[in-house]
């Protein structure tokens, strides 16, 4: 029995150009770009930043928290950046944990997020 195959189509291909490395965002940024996406004149949110540097900024309510840990959160210092936002009694909340290094752009990405989804209760 001959048993023919068409090498064309075999295997693995790629060319050199896929090959090439990417360039990445990398980096932690600038945390400005984070912070910026509070807005600071309708009273909704409270900023304060600590004696270590750290900031946080929470919502009035108190529902929505945000930290920037910027040498690490003391006792996690893989912890950057904290997200967190306070569940009901029906459906709990959530906490997002970002890395020191983690780009402010991704950052700033899913706390805009965030925000944009948040509405006032009646």
């Not at 984070?34 to 807005?39: L, N, Y």
Request: hydrophobic share 40%; aromatic share 8%; charged share 20%.
């Amino acid at each position: 029995m001959l048993v023919t195959v068409e090498l064309s189509s075999a295997g693995f291909r790629t060319t050199a150009e896929k090959l090439r490395l990417h360039s990445w965002l990398l980096g932690p940024g600038q945390p400005t770009e984070v912070i910026d996406c509070f807005p600071e004149a309708n009273g909704d949110f409270n900023l304060i930043v600590d004696d270590r540097a750290d900031t946080h900024i929470s919502s009035a309510d108190g529902r929505l928290y945000l930290g920037w840990f910027p040498d690490g959160r003391p006792g996690a210092e893989e912890e950057g950046w904290v997200l967190a936002v306070t569940g009901t009694a029906k459906v709990p909340g959530y906490r997002v944990v970002f890395d020191p290094q983690t780009p402010a752009r991704l950052v700033a990405a899913t706390v805009s997020e965030v925000l944009a989804t948040a509405r006032r209760q009646q």
